[in-house]
């Protein structure tokens, strides 16, 4: 007669197995099984993306599961100054992205891109002028920490963060990318002409298209420039193939 085996035998010996043939020679359990299935998780995660495999699972559950990545990121000096770090907001299945640069007090605060005075200027521009909820497009931002007092992101910290964003694109696949500003336009563009210039000029990153607009917290300063991110937006709609809604004549 065989021998019962102990409960979760079967599910150990596949887990001593699959670390081993990853080649761990040591593995240490302590009684802690259930964090050893997720560590196995997380490394199958990650090698099936350095292998350039599919993504396990559908986009929403990727993004979130890279949203827990990120949170416990420390990768450059923001992680000791950040409150949390500032994923995204949207859904994962937009057609369109807007690309910020990095977060301000309030998102750093809240944990979500665009939701001080920039972010509610930004709401208006998708909801009122473009008339599309919020919720139906993905926002994220260069950075996904905040730099001390709302500074620029500096190089080294862009290109800690570059894989995250990168990711997320990959994984909403939108048809169309809006960059804010210069940051977010010299990322997807890989130009350092300024933002006045390139606004309004279709790009293209990755083989997506890409329009760079002024960012909100310019035009909070400098309200007469509505009118031109006001054009890029029509722009936007307009490759697309949406009809914008009557404004009588009136931008965001």
């Given at each position: 007669?065989?021998p019962?085996?102990p ?25 802690r099984?259930?964090?050893?299935e997720?560590?196995k998780?997380k490394?199958?995660l ?18 979130q ?7 416990s990121?420390?990768k ?25 640069e ?40 260069v950075l996904k ?6 500074r620029?992101?500096e ?17 909403v ?14 990322f ?9 210039r390139?606004?309004g000029k ?7 298209p890409?329009?760079?607009?002024l ?17 890029d937006?029509l ?18």
């Amino acid at each position: 007669m065989t021998p019962a085996r102990p409960p979760g035998s079967d599910a150990l010996g596949e887990t001593l197995a699959y670390f081993r043939d990853l080649g761990v020679a040591e593995l240490y359990l302590d009684g802690r099984f259930e964090e050893i299935e997720e560590e196995k998780k997380k490394i199958s995660l990650k090698v099936k993306r350095e292998a350039g495999g599919a993504p396990a699972g559908d986009a929403a559950a990727e993004l979130q599961s890279l949203a827990f990545e990120v949170s416990s990121c420390v990768k450059c000096r923001l992680c000791k100054t950040r409150k949390q770090t500032v994923f995204a907001d949207g859904s994962s299945s937009a057609r369109i992205m807007f690309i910020g640069e990095a977060p301000g007090a309030d998102e750093d605060a809240q944990g979500v891109p665009f939701v001080g005075r920039a972010g509610q200027l930004l709401t208006r521009m998708i909801e009122d002028g473009m008339g599309l909820p919020r919720s139906s497009v993905y926002i994220a931002n260069v950075l996904k920490c905040r730099p001390p007092e709302n500074r620029n992101p500096e190089p080294d910290e862009i290109a800690s963060c570059r894989g995250y964003l990168e990711r997320q694109i990959d994984l909403v696949k939108p048809e169309v990318l809006v960059a804010l500003g210069k940051f977010a336009a010299h990322f997807l563009l890989e130009t350092d002409e300024g933002i006045t210039r390139l606004r309004g000029k279709w790009g293209s990153y990755r083989g997506i298209p890409v329009m760079p607009t002024l960012h909100p917290s310019y035009l909070l300063r400098q309200p007469a420039q509505k009118k031109e991110a006001w054009e890029d937006l029509l722009a936007v709609l307009t490759r697309l193939g949406i009809d914008a809604p009557a404004r009588k004549g009136k931008q965001p």
